[in-house]
């Protein structure tokens, strides 16, 4: 049975791509590109033909293609002015396309959506340790809700331009496009982000995504969706740092609910972030932090209600229920639960 990574064969039929429609900002900005080029152009044609300087070729360039009735620089010879008759029927039918096209802009709000989108795309430039999400579904909109409520930078990459207003109604930054394209990837920033969110339907597709993620940025933590153990395989092969199957965690929930539901009520409490009564969170000690050089006995001593479940050093494998006679070294990561207020306490040393 041909598994979902199967390349196409012969049998099997594949749709062409329909080339995405084009948008009257992207018809103004072919038009100022046309009337550049029909400047450049003319400017050449004058300065080789009539033998003006480079500053009067492009002056009356410029004034032949407005139609202003500015006077010429010199008489022109015959060749010159058949040049002029065609640069003249050539330029007015491009300023009269690009002033249909700025009207339609306008009539269309075309003109706020161009430069706002311009000013995002700069803000996405300008980002650095960011968050990728491939895929706007159900997982990734879970991804994006989650992070956005932690006020981390993320942008998201969605192939489909359907999901774009609402994208834009969450106040996301975005690309819209195939993740499996290298521009849009690298539109969204791939070789700065610290990590990526694989979280397309297609396990083929998240295998390609991660394997040309990796191959952009060895630094970034992948986490990828899979929906078959195939795919789970292949996702750790291709590179992914992290694998998901929804499907299975899922029913693992459900069962573990049946069979240990006290555990699994303790584990919705201490939920991450949830700012429930306890909490669970992860804390960074840098060189500032006064708990280092203190034993764990020595912080949970000093912090009420709070306890030091994992430590992790470096390299080293996470471990979990570190002796208490541990010492902490600056970057050291320690996972802590206990009340907020004493997590909020420590966190804030």
């Not at 300065?47 to 202003?68: F, N, R």
Request: net charge neutral; aromatic share 6%; charged share 20%.
């Amino acid at each position: 049975m041909p598994s979902t990574f199967d390349p196409p064969g012969p049998a099997r039929t594949q749709k062409s791509p329909v080339p995405a429609p084009t948008t009257p900002g992207h018809r103004f900005a072919y038009a100022l590109a046309g009337i550049a080029a029909i400047v450049l152009f003319g400017a050449a044609g004058f300065y080789m033909i009539e033998g003006m300087s480079p500053v009067d070729a492009l002056y009356m360039s410029v004034i032949t293609v407005s139609t202003v009735g500015f006077g010429e620089v010199k008489p022109l010879s015959p060749g010159g002015r058949l040049f002029t008759i065609g640069l003249i029927i050539v330029g007015v039918g491009s300023v009269f396309y690009l002033l249909t096209a700025a009207a339609e802009m306008v009539i269309e709000g075309s003109l706020r959506d161009f430069f706002g989108k311009t000013a995002m795309y700069r803000k996405i430039h300008n980002l650095h340790d960011h968050v990728i999400v491939c895929g706007f579904g159900r997982l990734g909109k879970a991804v994006v809700e989650e992070l956005k409520r932690h006020n981390v930078p993320l942008v998201v990459v969605e192939s489909d331009p359907a999901k774009e207003a609402e994208l834009a109604a969450a106040d996301l930054l975005y690309v819209i496009g195939s993740a499996l394209e290298e521009s849009v990837m690298d539109e969204a920033g791939v070789r700065a982000a610290r990590a990526v969110v694989v979280a397309t339907a297609s396990d083929a597709d998240n295998v390609y995504i991660t394997l040309s993620v990796r191959e952009k940025n060895p630094r970034a933590f992948i986490h990828a969706r899979g929906d078959s153990e195939a795919g789970l395989r292949r996702l750790r092969l291709a590179g992914a740092d992290q694998v998901l199957s929804a499907y299975q965690w899922g029913g693992m929930r459900i069962a573990a609910s049946i069979l240990r539901p006290s555990v699994v009520d303790f584990l919705e409490l201490s939920i991450p972030g949830r700012e429930s009564e306890v909490d669970l969170e992860e804390i960074r000690i840098d060189s500032a932090n006064p708990v280092r050089g203190m034993t764990i006995a020595a912080i949970e001593r000093a912090n009420s209600r709070l306890r030091v479940v994992a430590l992790k050093r470096r390299d080293k494998p996470i471990s979990m229920i570190p002796d208490p006679d541990t010492i902490i070294e600056v970057g050291d990561f320690l996972v802590v639960i206990g009340e907020t207020a004493s997590l909020k306490r420590l966190a804030g040393l």
